[in-house]
């Protein structure tokens, strides 16, 4: 038997024990204290980038300084024949006539017109005399003619027309009177050169024109002289 001396000891061991126990258990279920931990500062939001979507030509917008340009159509300016040039219109021209004269292609050697317009355009660019005629044309005395050193006049003209075959007049005038006339036929070409004379006779002193008609009667060039004893 114990004696109560040791029963007490015992019982005090055994408090003990359960306390002990109870701190154990207590231990295992309480939650572990939580220490702070500094945070990192968030990065910076980024906005997302947007998705290019297709364009149409409509849509799309360029810089001024690309931005083509187109040019709005220039109407071609009429020009004025220069003074003194082969397509000038004489003054006193029937409209219709100028009109198929200036629709007449212009050669390297034409001239202005010496006289009118006939209806196909026809016309003479130079007209000149002669008391001989040579391959280049009329040479030797121009203006005044003597019976008794010239046996001739002849009159050169240059006829400028359509490349169309047509007639024309050369008339010889006296003194103001219609005096001959002699045909000329003009060949289907650009400009053709031609002649005409008069053989000088003693009742031909006087003065004189050769004047260069059209079909129509239009006067397209004349030249004058004299004749003497």
């Known amino acids: 038997m114990y004696s109560r001396g040791t029963a007490a000891i015992h019982r005090a061991a055994r408090r003990a024990c359960r306390v002990a126990a109870w701190l154990v258990c207590a231990g295992c279920t309480a939650e572990p204290a939580t220490v702070p931990i500094e945070q990192a500062p968030a990065p910076p939001r980024r906005e997302p980038t947007p998705t290019p979507t297709a364009t149409t030509s409509?849509?799309?917008?360029?810089?001024?300084?690309?931005?083509?340009?187109v040019a709005a159509p220039?109407?071609?300016?009429?020009?004025?024949p220069a003074e003194?040039?082969?397509r000038v219109v004489p003054p006193g021209t029937p409209p219709a006539n100028a009109r198929a004269f200036q629709r007449i292609p212009v050669a390297l050697q034409d001239g202005p017109p010496v006289g009118g317009i006939g209806a196909s355009g026809i016309h003479v660019d130079k007209?000149?005399?002669?008391?001989a005629y040579e391959r280049e044309g009329c040479t030797g005395e121009g203006e005044r003619?003597?019976?008794e050193r010239h046996r001739q006049v002849n009159v050169c003209f240059r006829v400028v027309h359509s490349r169309a075959e047509e007639g024309a007049e050369v008339l010889w005038e006296k003194d103001g009177a219609p005096f001959?006339?002699?045909p000329v036929t003009i060949p289907d070409?650009?400009?053709y050169r031609t002649r005409a004379?008069?053989?000088l006779r003693p009742e031909y002193v006087g003065q004189w024109a050769a004047r260069v008609v059209s079909s129509e009667g239009v006067e397209l060039g004349s030249a004058s002289f004299v004749v003497v004893p």
């Open 58 to 69: 409509r849509d799309l917008r360029l810089p001024a300084a690309q931005v083509p340009t």
């Open 74 to 80: 220039v109407e071609p300016a009429e020009v004025a």
């Open 84 to 86: 003194g040039g082969p």
């Open 127 to 131: 007209i000149w005399l002669g008391s």
């Open 145 to 147: 003619f003597s019976l």
């Open 180 to 182: 001959r006339r002699r």
């Open 189 to 191: 070409l650009h400009a």
């Open 197 to 199: 004379y008069l053989v």
